[in-house]
Structures are given as structure tokens and as C-alpha cells.
């Protein structure tokens, strides 16, 4: 594997590189303005529209008062209003059906009246003083904004800045690579490194350049050779153990096959034995496989989380019921005594990894024997489901490896099972930031819970 090191160093690429980065520089100050003027615009908006409605309140109000100001009042004899108004130089009072009915108006002189039908002015008032008076409280409610912008406007520049921290990050390491100027020698050492690489374990195989001017090149590609191959040995790790698992219920049913090839086209028990065998090795392949499916999906990202708020107390009730109606050799107790927590979660799989916790329990729990469920708050604040069972336990020394695809421990090896429920359950609550807690002691039992993420 070698570089192209004419393309490396062209002037051309150099340059359009360094350009770009200090673009990409730019284009952060520019995004960081744009937000600036969209919250200052936003802001001024929002404080012009509720300043113009006070200015209208407060100028309805004075007219309203302007016209309360005159003696108002209903005559008991036919309901009719009466309003009497002081008019230079003498009073006049005027019988009028309905007072909202009066013509109102603001004239060129800024001054409002209001008239009676026949077009004789009722009430002339000035509209000049009360003018400054608003526009007064205006001016000091405008500078009482203005000043209150200031530490917001503060506040919401330390947020944006924040936020767009790493992304200016990204542009200022981009724009710094961009300017290192290596020489022949640097490109030459990078080229030798890795056409010598091997393949090897953790600690092998990885490339050392010796340079301390491309120490973080040397890092970061090997950081990335780490993660590869780690992945790598998990993915033949997996098939190879599903492929184990496989091969041991298609070699039982090749195996009666067989049996019912020679023998059992006339013998009636060999017939009945081949096709039970074959129906419960066929379920247990279907089970496997709808297993493996699951876990494949998750990986690839295709298993989506459809969350909604659930009621802890509600999920731990349901599987109590179905759990004694499914299981009839144990004995199922939920403690209600917890307290309840409502989390956001996806109801199937949060209840499908509680399930595959009961079955493990039920699996290695001898008959009659009781299984707890319960729920509650982890200090006050974490919520948590347990499943406690008074089964054959575990070894302190096989709890890391619970969660790992295919593990069974020895003991359980011979009974049914593939290895995979509790890999299945840690997905999901991975999913929902949760994670395990486990207390297991041998011929005791095993007490499993789920703490979910703060509320």
C-alpha cells in the first residue's frame, strides 16, 4: 500500500485545503451572527408588539375614563340611560337609549369627543397630555428593555457559543492540519509504516512512525485499527458460535431423519419419537434464528424504540399476570410496597427484557419454588425493575460474562436455552440508557434489576 504523493503535495489540493478549513472558520463566525440577529429580531418583535398593545390599553383606558368621568346613570322609569357632561360654559343633559352607540372619533387637533345623534358634542377632551404621559411610560418601559436585553443577550451568546463549540472545534483542528507543511521524509516514514504493518493482537500490529510531529496521526489510526479489528473478532466470534448452536439441532434432526428412513416407515414408536424430537428441535432452531434476527437488526440500527410514557407499577402488573398464567410450576409475588415511577420507554421491549429476565428465573428455579417481582426508585431518583429468584445462583466469576452472546455457564449447558435472552435484554436496556445490577450467590438465588435513567 503506498501514497500518492504527487497528489499529497500539489500546490493546488494544499491550497483549495487551506482555504476550505479557513472558510469552514469563517462560516462558524457567520452562523454564530446569524443566530445573534435572529434572537435579537426576535426579541425586538416580540417587545414592539406587547409595548404597541400597552400603548393601546392604556389610550382605551383613557377614553374610558373620559367617559366615566361624567355622571352616568339608568332612570328607574323606563330603563333609558342618562349621561350628563359639563360643556363650557354650562351643563347639558342628554336622554340617550344607549350610550355604545354614541359616535366617537379623535380629531386632527388630537382631541377626542364624543357626540349625540343629532351631531351635538357630549364630551371634548384633550389628547395631548395624556399622549405624553404614555409616551413617557413608553420611553422608560423601552430603556428598562433595553437593559434587560443585555444579560439575556449575554446569556443566550454563551448558550450559542456552547453549542457550536465542538463544530468550531472540528474547523480550527481542520484548518490546522490543513497548514502543516510535511516533508519528504514524513510522507516516507507514513509509507514505510504501513506497508511493514501485521496483523496481530492488542499491542501488535500497530503502527509506530517514531516521529513526534505525526504522534496524532500515529494515535488516531491506530485507535481506528484497534476498533476494526475488535469488531472484526466480535463478528467471527458471533458466527462461529451461531454456527455451533445451528449445527446442533439440524445434526438431531438429520439424525431422526434418518432413523425414520430405516426404521420408522413401520414402527409406530420410532415414528412417534423422530417427529416429536423434530418438531421440538425445529421450534428450538425457530426460536434461535428469530433470536439472532433481533440481535442483527439492533446492530445494523433497524430496530427502532417507539417511546411513550409508561406507568412502572402498570408494566410489572401486566407480566405478574401473564407470568402465573403462563408458568404454573412456580409460584409468582409482586411487591407492591415500591414506589411507582412514570418513564419514557418502549413498552414491548422494556416488558420483553423483564420477561426474558422471569424465564431465566423460572428456567433454574426448582418447581414450586417463588419468584419476586417487584419495582421501585432506585435513591429517590433512578426507577428499577427486579426480577428475584430462589434458584441455583451464579458463580461471582461468570457475572461479566452473563450479558456475552451464546454464554452458558457449565452447569446449565445440557438444559434448554441458546444463550442469547439476556444479550437480547442488555440491548435493550442499552437502548433506554439503563443498565444491570446483579446479586447472585450459589444455591441461593439471583436477583436481577433493570435502573432506568433518571426521571
Given at each position: ?26 462560516r ?54 342618562f ?10 343633559t ?68 456552547r ?27 507514513i ?48 458466527v462461529?458460535d ?16 434418518n ?7 413401520t ?5 412417534d ?51 402465573f ?52 426508585m ?16 451464579m ?17 446449565v ?5 441458546t ?37
Amino acid at each position: 500500500m503506498s501514497l500518492n504523493r504527487d497528489q499529497i503535495n500539489n500546490n493546488g489540493i494544499y491550497a483549495g485545503k487551506r482555504a476550505a478549513s479557513s472558510g469552514e472558520t469563517r462560516r462558524m463566525s457567520s452562523i454564530t451572527r446569524k443566530l445573534h440577529w435572529n434572537w435579537i429580531r426576535t426579541k425586538a418583535v416580540r417587545s414592539l408588539f406587547m409595548d404597541l398593545l400597552l400603548v393601546f390599553l392604556l389610550a382605551a383606558g383613557w377614553c374610558a375614563d373620559r367617559e366615566y368621568a361624567a355622571v352616568r346613570r339608568i332612570d328607574p322609569a323606563n330603563g333609558r340611560d342618562f349621561v350628563t357632561v359639563e360643556l363650557d360654559p354650562a351643563q347639558v343633559t342628554q336622554e340617550i337609549d344607549r350610550v355604545e352607540d354614541l359616535p366617537r372619533y379623535f380629531g386632527a387637533d388630537l382631541r377626542y369627543r364624543v357626540t349625540s345623534p343629532d351631531g351635538k358634542v357630549l364630551l371634548d377632551a384633550s389628547f395631548l397630555l395624556p399622549m405624553m404621559v404614555i409616551g413617557g411610560v413608553l420611553t422608560a418601559l423601552l430603556a428598562l428593555q433595553l437593559l434587560g436585553f443585555l444579560p439575556s443577550y449575554l446569556r443566550e451568546d454563551r448558550a450559542i457559543r456552547r453549542i457550536l463549540a465542538p463544530i468550531n472545534e472540528i474547523a480550527l483542528q481542520a484548518d490546522a492540519l490543513s497548514r502543516l507543511s510535511f516533508t519528504e521524509d514524513k510522507y516516507q516514514v507514513i509509507e514505510e509504516a504501513i506497508e511493514h504493518i501485521e496483523p496481530g493482537e492488542a499491542g501488535q500490529g500497530l503502527l509506530h512512525f517514531g516521529d513526534s510531529d505525526l504522534a496524532g496521526i500515529e494515535a488516531a489510526m491506530n485507535n481506528l485499527l484497534v476498533r476494526m479489528r475488535d469488531t472484526m473478532r466480535q463478528q467471527a466470534r458471533f458466527v462461529n458460535d451461531a454456527s455451533h448452536e445451528l449445527r446442533t439441532p439440524i445434526a438431531v434432526i438429520q439424525g431422526y431423519a434418518n432413523m425414520l428412513d430405516r426404521w420408522g416407515k413401520t414402527d409406530e414408536k420410532i415414528l412417534d419419537e423422530s417427529i416429536a424430537a423434530i418438531k421440538n428441535e425445529s421450534e428450538h432452531m425457530d426460536h434461535l434464528v428469530e433470536q439472532l434476527l433481533f440481535l442483527a437488526r439492533g446492530d445494523s440500527g433497524k430496530t427502532v424504540l417507539a417511546p411513550e410514557q409508561v406507568q412502572t407499577d402498570v408494566l410489572m402488573r401486566e407480566i405478574y399476570e401473564e407470568s402465573f398464567m403462563i408458568d404454573e410450576k412456580h409460584r409468582y409475588r409482586l411487591l407492591t410496597d415500591g414506589q411507582p415511577a412514570e418513564v419514557t420507554a418502549d413498552p414491548g421491549l422494556l416488558k420483553q427484557a423483564v420477561r426474558i429476565l422471569i424465564d431465566n428465573a423460572a428456567k433454574y428455579t426448582p418447581e414450586g419454588e417463588e419468584i419476586l417481582l417487584s419495582y421501585g426508585m432506585q435513591d429517590g431518583r433512578f426507577p428499577y425493575l427486579q426480577v428475584q429468584d430462589l434458584g441455583i445462583g451464579m458463580e461471582e466469576s461468570e457475572l461479566p460474562r452473563i450479558f456475552d452472546r451464546f454464554f452458558r455457564s457449565d452447569e446449565v449447558r445440557g438444559s434448554e436455552g441458546t444463550g442469547l435472552g439476556l444479550s437480547i435484554a442488555k440491548w435493550i436496556v442499552d437502548k433506554h440508557r439503563g443498565h444491570f445490577e446483579i446479586l447472585s450467590r450459589k444455591e441461593l438465588g439471583t436477583r436481577i434489576r433493570i435502573v432506568l435513567p433518571e426521571r
